[in-house]
């Protein structure tokens, strides 16, 4: 079912009043929902993966359960060191990929000099490849993200040196 098929379903569910409008085809489900409130609703849409995600368990804490806000620490660790250095950080989330593909070279690697508006990475946000460019010119210092993770909205990705 793409996108077009499910706006004109949304459409025909809220002009023909009904509730709750449910689409199964294997494991894909789609489930329309409209409420009986005062206020106009926008029926509200859920849709399910055909297949589920497979999420790494969470590796057993050992003695200190400070080791929680680990996201935090990348975030902190990408902090500029100087006025010299800035991040690129991620435009969107998704996940983060280096090359264009598993044989290909990376877009840049650590000591690359850049020029403001060279691809640096591509992230993958529901099945589209978004080419992220810098917005700055200066020398790749680190990267901050590890091939084919997530990424999220403002997430830093590299440390660069100005040029």
Known sequence: MDFNQIQELIRLVSKQKISEFIYKDGDTKLVIRQGQAETNQVPSTV??????????APA???????????PAAPAAAAAPANDKTKT????????????????KAPFVKVGDDIEAGATVCIIEAMKLFNEIESDIQGKIVKVLVE?????????????????
């Open 60 to 70: 057993p804490m050992a003695a200190a359960p400070v080791a929680a806000p680990a």
């Open 88 to 103: 690129i950080k991620s435009p969107m989330v998704g996940t983060f990929y280096r090359s264009s593909g598993p044989d």
């Open 47 to 56: 849709i399910l993966p055909a297949a589920p995600q497979m999420v790494a």
């Open 147 to 163: 091939d084919a993770s997530p990424v999220e909205y403002d997430q830093p990705l590299f440390l660069v040196e100005i040029a």
